[in-house]
């Protein structure tokens, strides 16, 4: 399966610089990670959320766990939890669902970063599918998405709701 097609079509549009990689079959994030032999910390992986009854894009490392509570502060809501499959699914009708890429403006979504993912020069995602990654600037990538930046994650090695 080719790199989604909107997604292509975008970062040609906009000149940036990008590169697309091929890998084994993977389903997480930080299988991909270990695959490219990059850091977990430069791998983006999207985290539907419903945040105040609306869909919300999360992007955080591959090897971050999101964190609800910190989210919830961080975004001034009411209430942040974990949008299930089936509330997301119609609204990427060509992408494989968990190999999403971070650009929720391509599907009417607001998008959130959580600030770690700023700190590498590089950010590299799925590309629509679970064979495919691409790896590009992440002012680029900022400058595409303009992303809310937020706090989703904290160091802890367990999930917090």
Not at 42 to 69: P, Q, R
Not at 70 to 77: D, N, T
Request: proline fraction near 4%.
């Amino acid at each position: 399966m080719p790199i989604l097609k909107k997604l292509k079509e975008m970062l040609d549009e906009a000149k940036v610089s990008y590169e697309i990689y091929t890998h084994p079959l993977a389903y997480t994030a930080q299988e991909i990670a270990e695959q490219q032999h990059i850091s977990g910390k430069e791998m983006a992986k999207v985290v539907m959320l419903e945040v105040d009854n609306a869909l919300v894009m999360g992007v955080i490392a591959s090897s971050s766990k999101i964190h609800l509570n910190m989210a919830k502060a961080s975004l001034g809501a009411s209430a942040v939890r974990l949008a299930t499959e089936d509330e997301f699914t119609a609204r990427f009708p060509e992408c494989e669902i968990g190999a999403m890429p971070p650009f929720g403006n391509l599907f009417g979504l607001r998008v959130v970063v959580d600030p770690a993912l700023e700190k590498d020069e590089y950010i590299y995602f799925n590309a629509g599918n679970h064979v495919q990654t691409v790896r590009m600037r992440y002012k680029d990538f900022a400058k595409l998405v303009n992303p809310q930046v937020g706090l989703l994650t904290k160091e802890t090695d367990k999930w917090d709701a």
